[in-house]
């Protein structure tokens, strides 16, 4: 029974049969035509027969196994490859068919190509998810015809694997080795320049050329009788908290992604780069409660922390509680810290409403608020109106984009940092904004 199953007839063996049964039925008029029908008949079951002990007496005729990261990166080109291996005496010609996870609804997976006898093949391709969770392959699927092309034989083979999909770390790694080689800027983030000294002392050392002479300590250049200066360096340790809003603002789809994968996506690179400019990364993810709370640490293992807890966090429907994030903050937060606030205001109104307590926060934290500007409505209001329902939806869209500028403008009056950012430019705005900070000395 599992013989049968594996077979897999080709078109070219209905055509033959199709051939033999015309001639058989004109041999009935054309007697010469029988006989010729009889012939192609038996070469056509010889063929059968040797194609199927060329496909079957090898048990292993062909192998294949898939290879996978560890984990995929959410939002950005995983990739995956499978190694196919021809173990025949003869070439062949292979199918693959992949059960991919059923998250990426893609039913047209075939690959197909000759192989040549002994010889080894790798497929690469890529796959990009959408949502964070559990991604479960399945079998792979290698169907093999020989060079009669009459049936091919079925290899199922086992390669299922479960492979967790993570917040952006692809994302996170590059914004790393651009912080440390300096070349941010190739991205996008801005040279910001530095206002005015750090006034974390690091050490007294020998003057060089170029050294600022207000840095002179007189001092130690009297005892040591040669200039020496004061040497400064960024002031580290600073707080810095990614506060994510999970409520139903957020579960706003852009280009595949949730606005909150969004977010998480950006924190994660924040908080990497925050531990590289050696100051204390953490994250609070709230909603009606406060669903986790990572506290602040500057060791390379708190990235991992806030990795794993992010990984769980999804949106839900009830309203974010603002209070309740007020009140956690005073009694979580014991240092003056920069928190960075995910959320997104629709309206005037509903910033309004939450307004006294984002005033809490910003008066014991240097607070920037991050929200996100509606593309599709953008797209609208771009559109050439050619009716009077057109006019209408397009003044609609256009004060709902003059709202979302106006919720900035009355945040900065109340000293209150806001960002309004297309979701694709959400990590390098963000990021510069960090830096801004840094560089101004504000934390």
């Known amino acids: 029974m599992k013989f049968i199953k594996s077979i897999y007839l080709k078109p070219n063996f209905y055509w033959i049969l199709v051939i033999v049964a015309v001639i058989s039925i004109l041999g009935h008029f054309i007697p010469f035509l029988f006989p010729v029908a009889r012939l192609l008949l038996l070469l056509f079951l010889v063929c059968l027969a040797l194609e199927i002990f060329i496909l079957y007496r090898n048990k292993k005729g062909i192998t294949a196994s898939r290879k996978c990261p560890e984990k995929l990166s959410n939002g950005d080109k995983n990739s995956i490859s499978i190694l196919v291996e021809n173990n025949y005496s003869v070439s062949t010609q292979i199918d693959i068919i992949d059960e991919l996870p059923v998250q990426f609804q893609k039913r047209d997976f075939l690959y197909s190509f000759q192989l040549?006898?002994?010889?080894?093949k790798q497929i690469n391709y890529e796959v990009r998810p959408t949502a964070r969770g559990e991604y479960h392959f399945g079998f792979l699927n290698v169907f093999v015809a020989s060079f009669f092309g009459l049936i091919k034989r079925r290899y199922k083979i086992e390669a299922e694997q479960m492979l967790p999909c993570y917040p952006s770390?692809?994302?996170?790694?590059q914004y790393e080795l651009l912080a440390i080689s300096n070349r941010l800027n190739d991205y996008g983030v801005k040279r910001i320049r530095r206002i005015g000294h750090q006034m974390e002392f690091d050490q007294i050392r020998e003057y060089v050329k170029g050294d600022d002479y207000r840095t002179?300590?007189?001092?130690?250049?009297?005892?040591?009788?040669?200039?020496?200066?004061?040497?400064y360096q960024?002031?580290?340790?600073?707080?810095?908290?990614?506060?994510i809003d999970t409520g139903r603002s957020m579960k706003m789809p852009f280009n595949g992604l949730t606005l909150l994968d969004y977010a998480i996506n950006t924190s994660l690179v924040i908080s990497n780069t925050a531990v590289i400019?050696?100051?204390?990364?953490?994250?609070?993810?709230?909603g009606k409660n406060i669903n986790a709370h990572v506290p602040a640490d500057g060791r390379r293992t708190q990235i991992r922390k806030i990795m794993e807890v992010l990984y769980n966090q999804k949106t839900n429907y009830p309203e974010p509680n603002y209070e309740l994030l007020h009140n956690s903050a005073r009694r979580l937060l014991r240092n003056r810290s920069l928190l960075i606030l995910f959320t997104n205001f629709e309206s005037l109104d509903s910033m309004k409403r939450q307004l006294p307590y984002l005033q809490g926060l910003a008066k014991d934290h240097l607070l920037m608020l991050v929200f996100f500007t509606n593309t599709e409505i953008k797209e609208i209001t771009k559109k050439t109106a050619k009716s009077i329902e057109d006019i209408y939806i397009k003044t609609i869209g256009e004060k709902f984009i003059y709202d979302k500028k106006l919720?900035?403008?009355?945040?900065?009056?109340?000293?209150?940092?806001?960002?309004l950012s297309n979701p694709k430019d959400l990590t390098i705005n963000t990021l510069n904004k960090y830096l801004e900070f840094k560089s101004r000395g504000l934390i």
């Open 169 to 173: 770390f692809m994302q996170m790694r």
């Open 216 to 231: 002179i300590n007189w001092k130690a250049t009297a005892r040591k009788s040669q200039i020496m200066v004061n040497q």
């Open 277 to 286: 400019k050696h100051d204390k990364a953490g994250v609070i993810c709230f």
């Open 407 to 419: 919720i900035v403008k009355e945040l900065e009056k109340y000293g209150i940092h806001a960002i």
């Open 116 to 120: 040549k006898s002994g010889e080894e």
């Open 234 to 243: 960024d002031e580290k340790s600073q707080p810095v908290y990614c506060l």
